[in-house]
């Protein structure tokens, strides 16, 4: 099994900043490719910034860029999501998705169980 746990959200005006974490635990033998999603009130969820091969690779979403930023350490097993001039358009219910492989090397993909964050204008 594995277990993520988020945390980090919260109500914040526009143009501040907000730090979420994302760290993941259980038998695993190793964390590949993790990204932050988002999903706002009557919308699809939408993808917001990976991090693949380790880290190595960083995407965002264009809403997001410039303002961003996502990080890994893989050794403890953690990703952030730094989010900087943050606005309104941002509330949304954040998720953290992990994907990797167990020690039998059996492929996992694991959710959070998401973290409200809320800018007010």
């Known amino acids: 099994q594995v277990q993520l746990v988020e945390s980090g959200g919260g109500l914040v005006q526009a143009g501040g900043s907000l730090r979420l974490s994302c760290t993941v635990s259980?038998?695993?033998?190793?964390?590949?490719?993790m990204a932050w999603y988002r999903q706002a009130p009557g919308k699809q969820r939408e993808l917001v910034a990976s991090?693949?091969?380790?880290?190595?690779?960083?995407n965002y979403a264009d809403s997001v860029k410039g303002r961003f930023t996502v990080s890994s350490d893989n050794a403890k097993k953690t990703v952030t999501l730094q989010m900087n001039s943050l606005k309104p358009e941002d509330t949304a219910v954040y998720y953290c998705?992990?994907?990797?492989?167990?020690?039998?090397?059996?492929?996992?993909?694991?959710w959070g169980q998401g973290t409200q964050v809320t800018v007010s204008s």
């Open positions: 998705n992990v994907e990797g492989f167990y020690r039998d090397l059996r492929e996992y993909s694991a």
């Open positions: 259980g038998n695993i033998f190793s964390v590949n490719d």
């Open positions: 991090a693949t091969r380790g880290g190595a690779i960083t």
